[in-house]
């Protein structure tokens, strides 16, 4: 359960056999004009494409809102305190607090855009298999050392998922509850430990057994990567929808 | 909550983020052995991993962040380790974004960099001379100097961004102090374990003594 299932849950459909270069760049190229749209009937209109390419995409709902909720708290936190700490025209009175119109259409601003990324990266990244999205990133000219460390942690987090969660059925099995208290944290700072000290025996074994094969300091990426016709129309599709909220701004000033 | 979603700090802030984090990142990955990627990759793993539990504290849980252990562990390497874990989280778990990356990276590598250069000696020399109280109390250090380093960071990219988050900045920096208490203690259970069970893990100077003989074995490798 835990860690050793990180893609998302999709149907099969274009995003998730496309080159992923494809889907590195389209996310890329969201996320900037995320970032230069400013005014709320744009951004609107962003969201609506992010939740577009999530029915494209085929993701579960489910996961859907359960990735929307984990993030929602520090929204909601950041984004209620605007509207009364913003100066500008005074909209509604609270406590002796006033709310400026200026923080509240700031505060929906930054709400839109938020929301719009993380659907966004849901639709077009977390559907794809991390490795794959390892191969894309190299063949997109990321350093050879970080995407062979990226695809390490990926392998590494299955494993020590299942490891963390044998250690943990064994407090289990001994009554273990967790509470809040002094005994539960040192409980938990030698699981922690525990699994730190295994982990690291368990690297040495992999260069050993690395050094064993005659690891010459690079590894090779299976190359399957393969750009078709259909992957720069898919690409050419996303980036024209990703802009026309941008084009649409540009109307509305 | 130590990442900060996308879209909420200004582009200036954005923009220097970034380039601390690609520079740091370029630093620490050509000082990153080649024979030494599977251990970062096992930590960033057991990280990662680590960083899932819910940590009862109070009324409610926490997830700790472990950055304040990870420099103690790693060194520089914990600046690709935890970009390598940031990216998994933005993408699988929607927690920041892309161009916030770098952002929230330095967040979180910055005080990681300060731990192990202000304790790792420190704690090095109590591990060789068996003083367990100081053992336990540096490693409670390295767990409130990370937490609270991640918390001061997120407030001032946040008030850097736009004086009006001062409020939510404020309210933000209360929310950590449960985080870093518990951080604290278990960080500090860590660190007392390790010591105990596989103090090479933390021995700065003997450890790269030991390591030399194998560095010029991997010279040759290379």
Known sequence: MLAS????????SRFSLSDPRVN??????????????????ALMLLL??????????????????????????????????????????????????????????QALTILLRANAVVLALLALLAIREPVSLGYGAAALG?????????????????????????????????????????????????????????????????????RCRGFDGSLYLRSQLLWRKSDSLLLLGLSLLALVPLVWQQFLE | MAHIPEGVVSAPVLITGGVIAVAALCYAVRKLDYAKVPHAAVLAACFFV????AVPAGPSSVHLLLNGMMGLLLGWTAVPAIMVALVLQAVFFGFGGPLVLGVNAV??????????????????NAIANGEQRKIYLLGGFAGLIGVVGTATMVCLSLIASSAAYLTAAKII???????????????????GFIAKVAPEMLLKTRVEQALQPEEQGNAEVL
Do not use: C
């Open chain 1, 5 to 12: 299932q990180l893609q998302a849950q999709h149907h099969l």
């Open chain 1, 24 to 41: 590195i760049l389209a996310a890329g190229i969201f996320a900037l004009v995320a970032v230069l749209l400013t005014q709320w009937p």
């Open chain 1, 48 to 105: 609506g494409l992010a939740l577009l390419f999530n029915v494209m995409a085929g993701t579960r709902w489910r996961s859907v809102i359960k990735r929307l909720l984990a993030f929602e708290t520090f929204m909601l936190l950041l984004v209620l305190m605007l509207p009364f700490s913003m100066p500008g025209e005074t909209w509604f009175r609270l406590f002796g607090l006033s709310a400026t119109i200026e923080g509240a259409s």
């Open chain 1, 142 to 210: 990321f350093p050879a050392k970080l995407i062979h460390l990226f695809m390490m942690t990926v392998r590494y987090i299955q494993v020590l998922g299942d490891e963390f969660q044998r250690l943990r059925n064994a407090m289990k099995a001994r009554a273990f509850e967790p509470a809040s208290n002094w005994h539960t944290w040192r409980s938990y700072g030698w699981l922690m430990g525990m699994l730190l000290v295994r982990s690291m025996e368990r690297a040495q074994r992999i260069v050993d057994a690395m």
């Open chain 2, 50 to 53: 680590a960083s899932l539990i």
């Open chain 2, 107 to 124: 967040n979180m590598a910055l005080p990681a960099l300060i731990v192990a250069w202000l304790l790792s000696g420190a704690l090095s």
């Open chain 2, 173 to 191: 920096a209360v929310t950590y102090l449960p985080l870093a208490i518990v951080e604290a203690l278990v960080t500090a259970t860590v660190v």
